[in-house]
Every structure is written in structure tokens, then in C-alpha cells.
């Protein structure tokens, strides 16, 4: 997998979206570095690859990046990645 997007929040390795070969995912993956586990955690309203991750107040937002369409608005398709659903933006 490739250009995926990734957000360290409490003690969680959040790893969302990206490219495997040709097709871009909608899953967000939770990795827990103490035990090595990793859980299928949520999925995206819509595929997505090279978008940024924030962290406000203790929640990873992922913003912008790439559908399988192209470019996606940074601020009009925010997404919490803890339950893979749209969010306003945190500004």
C-alpha cells in the first residue's frame, strides 16, 4: 500500500486510505504499536489517497487528497477518522 494517510492519537496508529496497485481504498486501519495488532477500524465515505492528517484535540481528521476521480476540496471533505464519517472542518 502506498500514499496513505497516517495520525499517532492515543496511543493509536491511524492509517487511512491510500493506493494498493491500482485501486484506492476507503479503509482506516488502527494499529496498536504495544501489541502489534491491527484492526480494520472504519471505513471512508469515499475512497481516498494523499490526503493530510490533523489532530485537534485529541481527534485525527483526514482532509483533501484524491479520489479515484481526482482531487477532492481539502475543507469540503473532512473526515473523522476514529468512525470513517464526515466532520466540519477544525478550524
Given at each position: 500500500m502506498g500514499h496513505a494517510s497516517a495520525?499517532?492519537?492515543g496511543g493509536v496508529l491511524w492509517v487511512a486510505g491510500g493506493v494498493t496497485g491500482t485501486t484506492t481504498t476507503a479503509r482506516v486501519w488502527a494499529v496498536d504499536p504495544s501489541t502489534g495488532k491491527v484492526?480494520?477500524?472504519?471505513?471512508?465515505?469515499?475512497?481516498r489517497s494523499n490526503a493530510?492528517?490533523?489532530?485537534?484535540?485529541?481527534?485525527a481528521y483526514l482532509l483533501g487528497?484524491?479520489?479515484?476521480?481526482?482531487?477532492?476540496?481539502?475543507l469540503?471533505?473532512?473526515?473523522?477518522?476514529r468512525v470513517g464519517r464526515r466532520a466540519p472542518a477544525p478550524l
Open positions: 495520525a499517532f492519537v484492526r480494520l477500524a472504519a471505513s471512508l465515505p469515499a475512497p493530510g492528517t490533523v489532530v485537534v484535540n485529541g481527534t487528497g484524491e479520489g479515484p476521480a481526482g482531487p477532492v476540496a481539502p469540503g471533505s473532512v473526515v473523522e477518522l
